[in-house]
T-cell receptor, first 111, second 115 residues
């Protein structure tokens, strides 16, 4: 069963705009990871945020985590056409240690 | 960061043949590895959990005799798709649990096409 649910399922923006994707989950987690997947390709790890962290940055990426709401968000600032991809959140829960993926958000950035 | 290598990255095989996919943790020992399957435009679904030195634990609906998993060492797990059929065509990806059991690292995936 899926732990995370990304929102929105699809997002279409213009180059230069910011893109925000959300991930909600159901049970307590150890950490949450965001991945990017280009069409037909493997996963690229973006950011890992631990349950005791609230925000992390990596270049144009900003991830927040609200454990009280069981949600995380990924913000891509000043988007580029090359950011076009599917973005997934994956959670690891304390009991199982099994990474569980959400459905993903398909992002299209128009040049 | 830790690296997980998956090989091959893509493979085309004839219907009825078997295909082996390897997943290696390159710079750490992984007692636990996971295998996922992804259909086009869908999420990654967990197929099985592979533990070194013991039998894999399969998710409901996954045929263990068709998807053979071997985790013979702390750095290698293999998934063999036996008697492959076109419906087995998919993207398969492995993940290795780090030594602290709090981080999972993913391979780049294998695209299997059965013709």
């Amino acid at each position: 069963s899926q732990q995370g649910e990304e929102d929105p399922q699809a997002l279409s923006i213009q180059e230069g705009e910011n893109a925000t994707m959300n991930c909600s989950y159901k049970t307590s987690i150890n950490n949450l990871q965001w991945y990017r997947q280009n069409s037909g390709r493997g996963l690229v790890h973006l950011i890992l945020i631990r349950s005791n962290e609230r925000e992390k940055h990596s270049g144009r990426l900003r991830v927040t985590l609200d454990t009280s709401k069981k949600s995380s968000s990924l913000l891509i600032t000043a988007s580029r056409a090359a950011d076009t991809a599917s973005y997934f959140c994956a959670t690891i829960t304390g009991g199982s240690y099994i990474p569980t993926f959400g459905r993903g958000t398909s992002l299209i950035v128009h040049p | 960061g830790a690296v997980v290598s998956q090989h091959p990255s893509w493979v085309i095989c004839k219907s009825g043949t078997s295909v082996k996919i390897e997943c290696r943790s390159l710079d750490f020992q992984a007692t636990t590895m996971f295998w996922y399957r992804q259909f086009p435009k869908q999420s990654l679904m967990l197929m099985a959990t592979s533990n070194e030195g013991s039998k894999a634990t399969y998710e409901q609906g996954v045929e263990k005799d068709k998807f053979l998993i071997n985790h013979a060492s702390l750095t290698l797990s293999t998934l063999t798709v036996t008697s492959a059929h076109p419906e087995d065509s998919s993207f398969y990806i492995c993940s290795a649990l780090g030594t602290a059991n709090t981080e999972a690292f993913f391979g780049q995936g294998t695209r299997l096409t059965v013709v």
